[in-house]
């Protein structure tokens, strides 16, 4: 064509995919009118769906089949290994995603509240080998995630 690249979005309304240049505005199928948050990239939901398994994979009994690192940071780790293990469960089954806290709608950064003390958990998608970003972040066998846990005075 022209060289432009298209990328499928999809609805996340009614689940309908349209291919464009853009991020669309409005669903053709069943009229949904809103911002770009509205019609991510599959791409995207792959990642999102990825991010959440790798998240969840903190406190299933079979772990994440994704390749990735938990760390938590000093602040965290100098609370103690009961506060330790209550962040790790509000970052591995945090659901309140919204436009401030997840502006991408991957799911890759989230702040829970832990005894009273609001956290911050991230999402880094690298490279196999831990040294660049990821090329291609939605493709397991080439992307190590690395899911950080602060205090937000440490981010």
Known sequence: MNGMAFATYVCGYCGAEQSAQVS???????GHFGPER?????????????????????????????????VVTAGIRGRGRDFETAAYLAAAT???FTEDNDPWGDHGFGAVEVNGDKLFWKIDLYDRAIEY???????????????????????
């Open 24 to 30: 669309p505005r409005t669903c053709p199928r069943c």
């Open 38 to 70: 509205d019609f991510p990239t599959r791409e995207t939901l792959t990642i999102r769906e990825q991010n959440d398994r790798f998240r969840a994979g903190l406190v299933s009994p079979t772990g994440c089949p994704l390749p990735g690192t938990v």
């Open 94 to 96: 945090d659901t309140a």
């Open 133 to 155: 970003g990821s090329d291609e972040p939605a493709d397991p066998a080439r992307t190590h995630r690395v899911l950080t846990i602060l205090f937000p005075s440490e981010y």
